[in-house]
């Protein structure tokens, strides 16, 4: 039990529908990961924020976008959806504090099919 | 693109036995994790190993850091059922504010009783 939540749990989308997927982070961390992990694979980097701020980014287009908010949840919403971005969607929060050694709490992640 | 390869990808032994799992990469990293993840679950960290030649014990479960930052491997002694997930590495870089973590491939352990 990490104390990231997140929802929902599954979800079904069409190709070209956008969906937003929500994330509740440890209360007082201030940095919050998105991770794509498709199926057989490690995690991808989507982006981070801290303190609402986008804090880094990794390979994924424009249409991948989120937001973090003050009480510590968060949203990544995804438009034009494609068969590809059916994967499991994870988030981690951590203090945000320092650098390098800080260890992130992952949520048990959103599991997005998309047909 | 993975950075981080890891071998072998799906490993299924008796239970009793040992096992190493092999995290490979081009680049140094100034840190390197290793994650257990569960089905239905995101990943759960087991350890972090910062120094080049570092090695760590939890329990029957050894890992250890390439004197070169770029390589890791965790070995299992005396495996059981319980070991049974998906075994992630992860590298970080030092000139992120807040660590990205770039993931390897997975290698899926099972254990069978």
């Known amino acids: 039990e990490t104390g990231v939540t997140q929802s929902p749990t599954h979800l079904i989308k069409t190709r070209g529908q956008q969906v937003t997927l929500r994330c509740s982070s440890q209360?007082?961390?201030?940095?919050v990961s998105w991770y794509q992990q498709a199926l057989g694979q490690g995690p991808q980097f989507i982006f981070q924020?801290?303190?609402?701020?986008?804090?880094g980014r990794g390979n994924f287009p424009p249409r991948f976008s989120g937001l973090q908010f003050p009480n510590y949840s968060s949203e990544l919403n995804v438009n034009a959806l494609e068969l590809d971005d059916s994967a499991l969607y994870l988030c981690?929060?951590?203090?945000?504090?320092?650098?390098?050694?800080?260890?992130?709490?992952f949520g048990p992640g959103t599991r997005l099919l998309v047909l | 693109t993975q950075l981080l390869e890891q071998s072998p990808q799906f490993l299924s032994i008796q239970e009793g036995e040992n096992l190493t799992v092999y995290c490979n990469s081009s680049?140094?990293?100034?840190?390197l994790q290793w994650y257990r993840q569960e089905p239905g679950e995101g990943p759960v960290l087991l350890v972090t190993?910062?120094?080049?030649?570092e090695v760590k014990k939890l329990k029957r479960l050894t890992f250890q850091f390439g004197d070169a930052r770029k390589d890791s491997s965790l070995h299992i002694t005396a495996a059981q059922p319980g070991d049974t997930g998906l075994y992630l590495c992860?590298?970080?870089?030092?000139?992120?504010?807040?660590?990205?973590?770039?993931f390897g491939t997975g290698t899926r352990l099972t254990i069978i009783p």
């Open positions: 981690a929060s951590s203090l945000g504090t320092s650098g390098v050694q800080e260890t992130q709490y």
């Open positions: 209360s007082g961390h201030n940095t």
């Open positions: 924020y801290y303190r609402e701020e986008e804090n």
């Open positions: 680049s140094v990293f100034s840190s």
């Open positions: 190993v910062v120094t080049g030649g």
């Open positions: 992860a590298g970080a870089r030092a000139n992120f504010g807040n660590e990205k973590l770039t």
